[in-house]
């Protein structure tokens, strides 16, 4: 450890610790370009098709799309298909904002990355000089060694980002394919979206205007039914004043009677009208012969 070196003073010591820490950082950008160029050779093995196929397929012409619902199936269900096809709308429409966005400004991105590759392409061949051709100096062994280390941490940084730069550089044309060939299909999902929505919309409407029918043939069959309560009540009513009239006849007829009880005749006779009464006022009909009694 160069801690622990009692032949170095502590500023030689710190510079050293300084140098590594500087190749260990270098290190760590190396790292970071290294998943920058997997992800950009990543986009490029997951893309449908080359930049010329993509190009050709977005400029193809949108079909209607191709969508049969079940007419035996739930609303739910129709529900269902939508929200579905929803969530393939929205996929690629943030797809398609990425894209936008990755390449709003590009052509100043472009200028700054030529720059950049400039830039790193000079310091590289200083620091490969360098590792090739080493000065002499009269510095301790442990520094020279800790910039050596540095120099191979640094080119090999200055290896992996030019390498990440060049690829960024070339991916213009890549990401407008793939960009209007993003858009296309977005559209498409859209249109999907739309065809569903309005299928949905129909079946709702259908529902709602079953059940409105379905209201107005209760409403039309609870006026009906009300026109029947009425009519029984009304001739429930005329049976109610007849058997009133019947009974009023009944008991004037009893009332003679009621004054001639000592007389068996007329007292037989009583008790038969009486009889008659009571079956009426209890819609019991007359039982025999003595329904001559009303006469």
Not at 78 to 106: F, M
Not at 150 to 169: Q, T, V
Request: include cysteine; charge should be negative.
């Amino acid at each position: 450890m160069v801690q622990e070196q009692t032949s170095l003073d502590d500023g030689t010591k710190s510079k050293i610790v300084e140098i590594y820490n500087q190749a260990i950082a270098d290190l760590g950008r190396a790292e970071e370009w290294n998943a920058r160029i997997a992800e950009f050779q990543k986009q490029r093995q997951e893309a449908p098709g080359t930049i010329e196929e993509m190009t050709k397929m977005a400029a193809e012409p949108i079909p209607d799309p191709d969508v049969k619902p079940d007419p035996a199936a739930k609303l739910s269900d129709y529900e269902k298909q939508l929200a579905e096809a929803e969530t393939k709308y929205k996929t690629w429409a943030g797809r398609l904002a990425s894209l936008d966005g990755e390449l709003k400004g590009r052509d100043e991105r472009l200028k700054a990355i030529a720059d950049l590759i400039a830039k790193e392409r000079k310091e590289l061949e200083e620091v490969s000089n360098s590792l090739a051709n080493p000065a002499i100096t009269e510095e301790p062994p442990e520094r020279a060694a800790a910039k050596r280390v540095e120099w191979m941490a640094r080119a090999h940084s200055l290896g992996r980002e030019l390498e990440g730069l060049n690829l960024d550089l070339e991916r213009t044309d890549f990401l407008t394919a793939m960009r209007d060939y993003t858009a296309r299909e977005a559209k498409q999902k859209e249109k999907v979206v739309k065809k569903w929505q309005e299928i949905v919309n129909e079946r709702r409407r259908a529902e709602l205007d079953a059940a409105a029918q379905k209201a107005k043939e209760a409403e039309k069959e609870a006026e009906k039914s009300h026109a029947v309560v009425a009519n029984l009540a009304r001739e429930n009513s005329t049976f109610v004043d007849q058997r009133k009239e019947v009974v009023s006849k009944i008991e004037d007829l009893v009332q003679p009677q009621e004054e001639h009880r000592d007389r068996p005749q007329e007292n037989c006779r009583s008790t038969v009208l009486h009889q008659a009464k009571s079956r009426i006022c209890r819609h019991e009909p007359a039982v025999g012969d003595r329904s001559s009694a009303l006469s």
